[in-house]
């Protein structure tokens, strides 16, 4: 067993690091705060190839594969500067492409989402189907050679910032899944905000399909197919989240250990007291845990072996990481720890909201329940 | 058009530097070590001039320990083509004139080098002096301190831009030239870039291989020698002034008592 980084992992941590660096947390913060998209951030990653790492070369990417994705979206994180959306365009939406995409799709859309100018974002969650996709009910009618859309979803991320969406909906008689791209300005998709409290720069939206007609060639691989074919993207997802949130781990625990070093109450620097020490080595112990599962996790997907298992634990290990880290530095923070100077409550948000979404806790738990422990399924 | 960039791997200026207690010479082990800043805007430099003109290529030339490899290794991701590293244990504690002469033995190894381009100071040892005896050993034009570079034809023009003032000098390649911190802004080494990186040649040297007298390197053969060092001392807590409408005077009054107006 090898646990040492190639000369090329590390070059690349640290050139991630150099771009998201002069951007950090001040950046972000300003821009989770007012909600506006990072796109100075977008433009400086896809411009050093970095966006498209798993894109491939004849599209513009890198031709890498999840395992730099994801290390792409822990350095952007450990600067500071998390982009939630990573996960639906390039996670999800350029791996689903790429594999199951038609030519003529990967040549009008992977470009773009290699230089980091064009977005394809990701629509399945329905008002009445959230974590049970069996309950899905949008659907697309064959009529003569469109394809007719009618339904909604809902807490759909960052539809403004795109050109296209990646809709899951039932087809056919049987209502098996099928995935389609639509233009965000598709004629009779009505799009409305859906505010939420937590601070992203991202927006999320409620989606009605009225009659939305599509072209045939908008179907994505086969029809019928798109629950395994969604799967295929579902794993990057989880695995880019759990990067995301041990970014987001390691940005909170050397902002609390500088503070913690710094900050002197009773004549010494506050980390010297326990109760401030511990609770900053446990969520460094978590994060070095899920870290260490997270790249399994892309591992075992970029060689093309089932990852289904450490992908869901790496994505519990590393929200539960997060979430502890930035709580325990906005503790050590004191009052200074809600402090929009300080810029700590937003990362807290977005770890809270990685514990419900893409997947939450609970199905995580009820997977390695079932399938790892063979436990009976309760639902 | 032939292009040499001479780099050095250096502490990271964002980490404590400190001097080993045996021989006085920089603890490298204690620090984070990184390719020197100055000279990523040499490497900089010697990219745009390969994309002005067809058929260049960049060759980088460092010297130091095993692990100036990962400097290296940014130079070539930056997008340099290729490098030779002179590495040897009989270089540490070498001095800046006969780090002088092993570059020179070095340059030496390759064929047809029409530009040598340098960073005119390192973080570390800040002699400012290795570009300017290089080109003297090599009876080269040596142009320092450049602010602007341009190679137009066979002639290199650039502005020097030092304390005392600026220069503009010209001089007939092949020619050394070494460049300040405001030449240009150093790209980031592309996905692609580090990825190509680990596949380009390095030519790793030994003195022997080099031709370079073991007698001219290393800290016996240093014309200075380091008898003692301290750590500086911890910053102290300063002076508070305060202001009882008066403060402007004051400050200006601790100002002057510093010679610094
Ligand atoms: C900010 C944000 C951005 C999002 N972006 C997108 C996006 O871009 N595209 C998209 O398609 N979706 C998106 N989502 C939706 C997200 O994927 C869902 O919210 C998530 O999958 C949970 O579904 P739900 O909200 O319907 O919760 P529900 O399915 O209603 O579940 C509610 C709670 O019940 C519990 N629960 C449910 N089932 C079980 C069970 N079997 N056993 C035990 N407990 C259970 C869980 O604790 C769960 O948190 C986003 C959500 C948020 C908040």
Redesign the pocket.
């Known amino acids: 067993m090898d646990f040492t980084e190639s000369d090329e992992h590390r070059d690349l941590r640290a050139a991630v690091g150099a771009i998201a660096a002069p951007f950090g947390g001040a950046y972000y913060a300003e821009h989770a705060r007012a909600g506006t998209e990072c796109t100075e951030l977008w433009h400086a990653l896809g411009d050093a190839g970095f966006a498209g790492v798993n894109v491939p070369e004849e599209y513009g990417g890198g031709g890498g594969g999840l395992v730099e994705l994801a290390l792409v979206c822990e350095e952007i994180a450990a600067q500071g500067a998390p982009i ?2 990573l ?2 365009t390039h996670a999800i939406s350029a791996e689903v492409l790429v594999e199951y995409g038609t030519d003529a799709q990967r040549k009008e859309w992977l470009p773009g989402l290699a230089s980091g100018r064009r977005k394809v ?7 009445g ?4 996709t069996h309950k899905l009910t949008t659907r697309a009618r064959r009529v003569g050679d469109e394809w007719v859309v009618t339904g909604e ?6 539809v403004d910032e795109a050109e296209a969406l990646l809709l ?1 909906a039932r087809t056919g008689d049987e209502g098996q899944l099928s995935l389609f791209l639509v233009p965000t300005d598709a004629p009779g998709l009505q799009k409305s905000v859906l505010p ?1 409290d ?1 601070m ?1 720069p ?1 927006k ?1 939206f409620t989606l009605h399909f009225d009659e939305v007609r599509l072209p045939a060639s908008a179907l994505v691989g086969e029809e019928g197919q798109g629950f395994r074919q969604v799967f295929h993207g579902l794993n990057p997802e989880r695995i880019t989240g759990a990067a995301l949130c041990v970014g987001i781990a390691r940005y909170a625990l050397s902002r609390a250990a500088r503070y913690a070093g710094e900050r002197e109450v009773w004549g010494k620097p506050i980390g010297t007291h326990q109760g401030v020490a511990h609770p900053l080595a446990k969520a460094k112990i978590e994060t070095e845990l899920a870290a260490l599962m997270t790249r399994k996790a892309a591992w075992l997907h970029q060689h093309g072996h089932p990852a289904g298992e450490a992908a869901n634990m790496a994505k519990y290990g590393a929200a539960e990481a997060a979430l502890a880290a930035c709580d325990a530095a906005i503790q050590t923070h004191g009052g200074n720890g809600v402090a929009q100077e300080f810029g700590l409550l937003p990362y807290w948000g977005l770890a809270r ?1 990685l ?9 995580v ?2 997977f390695v329940a079932q399938h790892s422990l063979g436990l009976p399924r ?2 | 058009m032939n292009i040499v960039v001479l780099v050095k791997q250096v502490p990271d200026t964002y980490s404590e530097r400190k001097l080993s207690s045996g021989d006085h010479t920089l603890d490298r082990d204690a620090t984070d070590a990184v390719l020197d800043e100055i000279d990523e805007r040499a490497v900089e430099s010697a990219l745009q001039l390969k994309e002005a003109n067809d058929g260049s290529e960049v060759t980088v030339v460092a010297m130091g320990p095993d692990r100036a490899t990962d400097a290296i290794r940014k130079a070539l991701s930056m997008g340099a083509d290729k490098a030779v590293h002179l590495s040897d244990e009989a270089i540490h504690g070498t001095d800046a004139i006969g780090t002088a002469k092993a570059l020179v033995k070095v340059l030496g190894t390759l064929e047809g080098t029409d530009l040598v381009l340098a960073g005119n100071e390192a973080s570390d040892g800040r002699t400012g002096a290795v570009p300017a005896m290089v080109a003297e050993l090599l009876g080269l034009p040596s142009l320092t301190h450049a602010r602007e570079l341009t190679v137009d034809g066979g002639t290199v023009t650039v502005r020097r831009e030092t304390d005392d003032g600026v220069t503009v000098l010209t001089a007939e390649l092949p020619a050394v030239v070494s460049v300040n911190e405001k030449i240009n802004e150093p790209r980031y080494p592309s996905f692609k870039g580090i990825m190509a990186a680990k596949k380009k040649p390095v030519t790793t040297l030994t003195l022997a291989d080099a031709g370079i007298e073991p007698s001219d390197v290393g800290l016996s053969a240093a014309w200075s020698t380091v008898t003692e060092s301290n750590p500086k001392p911890p910053k102290s807590g300063g002076e508070k002034v305060e202001d009882e409408g008066d403060g402007g005077s004051k400050i200006a009054a601790f100002l002057v008592g510093q010679k610094l107006i």
């Open positions: 939630l959306l996960l639906v974002v990701f629509a399945i969650t329905e008002p189907a959230g974590s049970n979803k809902y807490y759909i991320s960052g899951v939420v937590v992203l991202e999320q909201l514990r419900i979404a893409p997947v939450n806790r609970e199905m738990l009820n309760s639902y």
